[in-house]
């Protein structure tokens, strides 16, 4: 069987920089103990080996409810954190490592200056997602959360209103595009901002093309991570031979019976070592 790695597979630029600023981090000269606020990336490979370094994983509620003193140091993921994380660590006098990627901060900040100018902010993402939530807390809070066609159906906005609208940078570029086009014809005053990011576009625009090519297609990533999720239901709607796996465990030969050609591609969050592993084990069926 002919194996083809997509030249995208895995980390994009912004978890490569979080890791690399976790995973290189000096723990004799960072103030303890150090916590990392949630996962640094969805994958948790990943995760097993910054434990494994000594930071601990910590959620909001606990971070927020700690005292002076119990947290040294918080590190912000690449997903990034809505202001109340910033002016918690300020008052409570812990020192912050922020992974936060510049893609995500632009997203923050328009969402934060077109609030300010008066638009209402629609937000095109995952509604559980860190991502979302914290553009959603940069921009004051309450955005409209649109994450499929019901929620673009069910949307009532001052029709004489300004409109804003964002993407969580790793949604569906064509979801984005239809949910701007139907804005537009529904309202008068809509800004269309194109947040999804280049690596989220050259990796959707890939999947297509492999999806097409190749007999069968494989999608490494976590379960959680949203933009191997997107990975997966793109190529799936154009080739049914499409499989979904978050580590070579869950390989199955069944899915590769007859087949002379696959894809394999991964999700930004998924680390080369676990690509491998399925490379490896894929060239044994
Ligand atoms: S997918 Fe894009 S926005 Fe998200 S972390 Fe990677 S580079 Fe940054």
């Known amino acids: 069987m002919k194996i083809h790695l997509s030249q995208f597979a895995g980390f994009c630029g912004g978890v490569r920089r979080a890791y690399d600023m976790v995973a290189g981090l000096d723990m004799a000269a960072a103030r303890q103990p150090v916590f990392i606020l949630g996962s640094l990336v969805h994958n948790d490979a990943v995760n097993e080996r910054i434990e494994k370094k000594g930071i601990s994983r910590i959620d909001r509620e606990t971070f927020f409810a700690a005292s002076a003193g119990e947290i040294g140091t918080i590190i912000i993921t690449a997903h990034g954190s809505g202001p109340d994380v910033y002016a918690a660590a300020k008052e409570k006098n812990i020192d912050i490592i922020d992974t936060t990627c510049p893609k995500v901060l632009k997203v923050q900040r328009l969402a934060r200056a077109y609030k300010k100018r008066g638009y209402a902010i629609i937000l095109v993402g995952d509604r559980d997602h860190k991502e979302t939530r914290g553009i959603d807390e940069w921009g004051g809070?309450?955005?409209?959360?649109?994450?499929?066609?019901?929620?673009?159906?069910?949307?009532?906005?001052?029709?004489?209103?300004?409109?804003?609208?964002?993407?969580?940078?790793?949604?569906?570029?064509?979801?984005?595009?239809?949910?701007?086009?139907?804005?537009?014809?529904?309202?008068?005053?809509?800004?269309?901002?194109?947040?999804?990011?280049?690596?989220?576009?050259?990796r959707q625009e890939e999947v297509k093309r492999l999806a097409n090519e190749f007999e069968t297609v494989l999608v490494i990533g976590s379960p959680e991570s949203a933009n191997s999720n997107r990975l997966y239901e793109i190529a799936k709607e154009i080739n049914a031979k499409t499989y979904f796996i978050e580590n070579a465990d869950q390989l199955e030969d069944v899915w590769f019976k007859g087949v002379k050609s696959a894809?394999?591609?991964?999700?930004?969050?998924?680390?080369?070592?676990?690509?491998?592993?399925?490379?490896?084990h894929l060239r044994l069926i």
């Open 141 to 202: 809070g309450g955005a409209a959360i649109i994450s499929n066609d019901d929620d673009l159906k069910n949307i009532h906005l001052d029709r004489s209103g300004k409109i804003a609208v964002l993407a969580q940078t790793t949604q569906n570029e064509d979801f984005f595009r239809r949910v701007g086009e139907y804005l537009k014809k529904k309202y008068s005053d809509v800004k269309v901002l194109p947040t999804t990011c280049g690596a989220t576009h050259e």
């Open 263 to 280: 894809a394999v591609t991964a999700g930004a969050s998924t680390p080369e070592w676990v690509i491998e592993d399925v490379i490896n």
